[in-house]
Every structure is written in structure tokens, then in C-alpha cells.
């Protein structure tokens, strides 16, 4: 009772978390010696640091070479993480990316502005470079705490790249962080006429279920234009909800409800408690709000990945792979191959939250907790792809020429496209800067690098496994 979110952490944590096994203090022996589960509780008065402790080797804890849990999660007010998962966060619009220059300078580069933020329709546009923020240059020693801190309203101070070369060039600009901010995954999406070919084109950000219907209408649209080839350019997409990756899939391959898309592995507490066919999911007819699925039922899909496509973006690409030739083109995607649910300090839920139980969650603890609860395999029983699924024609996003995104001169739909005329993979656009991603803008959504397995396991499904 002394340190009722710590108990609420190992609870959950004790009977879902992946690793439960391989973690000394997720034993089922701390909890049955009083004088031992209350030490363990009390030894981390920061419940943050408690849920680090008890998670497997995190990477907050030992760094990214050692690390065994990479992506495991948890939020000080389950709201905050909620609305994340909603598409809606407290932004400017500049959606960036960051790479090293010189020494341990930090440089920001501007992949696209959200519409209807505070950036929209100020001067600032995809490809601009910045260095500084309020007149401090962005070092690998600042850049954290300047560009995700506290700041509400800054000044960027903008850069030019010239012959290799990155110069602060005294512009500047104002931007203001407003909350609520709502975006659109849905980017980009249009038809392509290329060689006598009809290519559906769709540039989407994160997998949102609050947009699968308008997601259902694009495919609908690109049925309707009788489409032969499709482009998911997944380059910005650091995941989401597995339903609305369930939903692509099916919209891609189609509504084959009898065929397995993925297979889910937990821990082995609860997967010995599991009968034949549970924690499979099959492709759908139907999105989550019910309506019919607008199927292109393709035998090939092309795929835009980088580093910064991760999780519920590779679970499409995994998933489709036994079923339809998948063709990457980019870079080496990131390699979360694991997925994750939200729990909250509801214990008659098994802690699962529920939007219509809020009034349930302990008042006293508003905690959020995303720790990675198991694997997804695809119908092929693979899921080994923690270094990230290869691209088949590999090219690099590049600072000096990022391109009009959606335009099909822009240098990674430009080789996708001639690899759909004439299959070579050749491309005129070589990079002159190739970006080594150093860190994004990405890291603050509560959807990147997250493969949620909302809607597709239920509280109920786990009654015999957790049972403390």
C-alpha cells in the first residue's frame, strides 16, 4: 500500500511481460515472501527507475549495444500516452530528422510539416537545415534536452549545405508548440500514371485507428482508378496499432479470412496456458469500425522503408511476405520486431486500460506502463528480423536533394518507380549527403517504434495466466 505504483508495475509486468523469465525480480518467488516483494518494491522510490529495474537489460539502463528490451515504455499520466496513440500531441508541425556534421555537431533536417500546425504555412518547408535553437548550436552533448525539453515557443536558426559543407546561415524563424495537435497519417495519396501503368501511391506516418475508415476510403479510391501496382511509402512510419497493420495487409492481399497473417508469442506463462489457434490472426473483410474492406488483391507490393520505419510498418512487410512479392526500396528498416499493450492500475481489467473503465483506474496512480509483451511470426513462423528487414534496392535519403515528397522526381519514389518500368534499379539520383540518422522528431510520438496490439487480445484472454 506504501508504493501502490510500483506494485501495480510488477504486477502486470510479472504475469505479460515478455522477458518475465529471464528477470530475478519477475519471479513468482518475490511475491510469495512478503518481507521480499515489499524490499523489492522499496528499492526505487522513482517508479520510472523501478520499471526500468525489472525490465530486461533496458536500454535506458545499459545502452543500445547490451540492451535486451529496447522499446519497452511507460508514461507518469496514461492520458498523455492515450492521446499519442490518437494521432494528437503537443507540436509545432515540423516533423525532423538529425544527423551528425563536424565533430559532435548536431544537425536538423525538416522531413515535412504537419497541416494545420503552427508551422504550416510559415517559412519553413521539407529540406531546410537547422543547427541552433535561441542562438545555441545543437551539440550530441545538448541536442536532447534543447530539442525535447520544456521549450514551448523557440527560435530556430537555419543552415545551409553547400559542397559538403553545413554554414549557419542567420535566418531564423519562430515556432510555438500547441497542444492537441491532430495529424493525419495519411500523408500522401494519389495515382501515378508511369509508363503506361497505373500505380497507387500512399505516404503513411503512423498506424492510427482513429483514420482505418478514411485509410479504407483511399484504398477504394485506388480500386476505383483500377490501379496495377502499389507504393506504401512506410520512410516516416515508426508504427502504431496492429489493427490498422492488419487492415493494410488485408487491403493489399485481401480479405482471405481463412489465411494466417500473424502469429503472436508470448511468455511462457501464458502461452502454455494458450489452445490450438489462440494468439493467431487471420486477414479480415472488415475494418474496425465494421465497414467492408477495399481489397486490391495484388501478388506484388512495393515498400519505401528507412531506418525510421519500424514495428507495426515491419509487421506489414513480415506479414505479407509468404503471400505477395514484397519489394523494399530504401534503407534497413529498424528491427522491433516485438509488440506492446498498455496497462494502467486497473486490476479487475488485468490491468488492460479501457477507454469506457477510466473511472476504475486508481485514482491515486494515473501511471501507464508499455512494456513489449511478446513476437509476432508471420505465417512462415519467422520473426528474426531484430537488425532490420534489407531493402532489395538500397539508396539512401539525401540531405542535398530530399526531393518534393509524393513528386516523382523525389529520389526514393523516382528508383521505386523505375523499378516497377523496367525492374533494373538503377537510379540517376546518387546521394551527395547520404543522412545517417542520428535521432528524429519521431522519438516523441507515443506510436513510434510501437507495434500495439490493441483490439486483437482482450483482458479475458490472459484470465488463466495472471492470477496474483
Excluded at 510559415?122 to 525539453?149: A, P, Q, V
Excluded at 521549450?151 to 537555419?158: A, G, I, K, P, V
Aim: glycine share 8%; with cysteine; charged share 20%.
Amino acid at each position: 500500500s506504501d508504493y501502490p505504483v510500483q506494485d501495480f508495475m510488477w504486477q502486470a509486468m510479472n504475469a505479460f511481460y515478455f522477458w518475465q523469465a529471464d528477470v530475478a525480480e519477475l519471479s513468482d518467488d518475490r511475491y510469495d515472501v512478503e518481507e521480499s516483494y515489499a524490499e523489492l518494491l522499496s528499492s526505487e522510490e522513482d517508479p520510472a527507475n523501478f520499471f526500468y529495474k525489472i525490465c530486461n537489460q533496458h536500454i535506458n539502463i545499459v545502452g543500445e549495444d547490451a540492451a535486451i528490451d529496447r522499446f519497452s515504455f511507460l508514461s507518469e499520466d496514461y492520458r498523455d500516452l492515450v492521446q499519442g496513440l490518437a494521432g494528437v500531441s503537443k507540436s509545432d508541425g515540423v516533423e525532423f530528422g538529425l544527423g551528425v556534421y563536424g565533430t559532435d555537431e548536431v544537425f536538423g533536417f525538416v522531413r515535412y510539416i504537419v497541416p494545420g500546425s503552427d508551422a504550416d504555412g510559415k517559412d519553413i518547408k521539407r529540406g531546410d537545415i537547422f543547427t541552433g535553437i535561441n542562438g545555441t548550436d545543437l551539440t550530441l552533448t545538448n541536442y536532447i534536452d534543447i530539442l525535447f525539453g520544456d521549450l514551448d515557443t523557440y527560435t530556430m536558426n537555419f543552415a545551409t549545405l553547400a559542397d559538403n559543407t553545413i554554414t549557419p546561415n542567420g535566418r531564423e524563424l519562430s515556432l510555438t508548440k500547441e497542444e492537441g495537435l491532430n495529424e493525419n497519417p495519411i500523408l500522401i495519396s494519389k495515382v501515378i500514371e508511369s509508363g503506361g501503368i497505373k500505380i497507387g501511391y500512399l505516404l503513411y506516418n503512423s498506424f492510427v485507428a482513429t483514420y482505418d475508415d478514411q485509410l479504407n476510403d483511399v484504398f477504394g479510391d485506388f480500386k476505383a482508378a483500377g490501379v496495377n501496382e502499389l507504393i506504401l511509402d512506410f520512410r516516416y512510419n515508426g508504427g502504431g496499432r496492429v489493427s490498422s497493420a492488419v487492415q493494410i495487409a488485408s487491403s493489399v492481399y485481401g480479405t482471405n479470412t481463412n489465411e494466417l497473417l500473424l502469429k503472436a508469442r508470448y511468455n511462457n506463462k501464458i502461452q502454455s496456458t494458450f489452445e490450438s489457434g489462440d494468439g493467431e490472426t487471420n486477414f479480415v473483410a472488415n475494418t474496425t469500425g465494421n465497414s467492408p474492406i477495399n481489397a486490391l488483391d495484388l501478388t506484388r507490393v512495393y515498400v519505401i522503408g528507412t531506418a525510421s520505419t519500424a514495428s507495426a510498418s515491419e509487421l506489414v512487410i513480415n506479414g505479407l511476405e509468404p503471400y505477395v512479392d514484397v519489394v523494399q526500396v530504401g534503407t534497413t528498416t529498424r528491427g522491433k520486431n516485438e509488440f506492446s499493450i498498455t496497462f494502467v492500475d486497473d486490476r479487475e481489467n488485468n490491468y488492460f486500460y479501457d477507454q469506457e473503465r477510466e473511472a476504475s483506474i486508481n485514482p491515486d496512480n494515473q501511471w501507464a506502463i508499455q512494456p513489449l509483451l511478446g513476437r509476432n511470426e508471420n505465417a512462415d513462423g519467422f520473426s528474426d528480423y531484430t537488425t532490420g528487414l534489407v531493402p532489395d534496392h538500397e539508396q539512401a535519403e539525401d540531405v542535398a536533394n530530399l526531393g518534393t515528397l509524393g513528386d516523382p522526381n523525389e529520389p526514393l519514389l523516382a528508383l521505386t518507380l523505375n523499378v516497377i518500368s523496367n525492374g533494373t534499379g538503377k537510379s540517376s539520383f546518387e546521394p551527395v549527403y547520404p543522412i545517417e540518422l542520428l535521432s528524429s522528431s519521431s522519438v516523441m510520438k507515443s506510436t513510434n517504434e510501437m507495434m500495439l496490439m490493441d483490439g486483437l487480445i482482450t483482458p479475458e484472454t490472459f484470465s488463466k495466466s495472471s492470477n496474483k
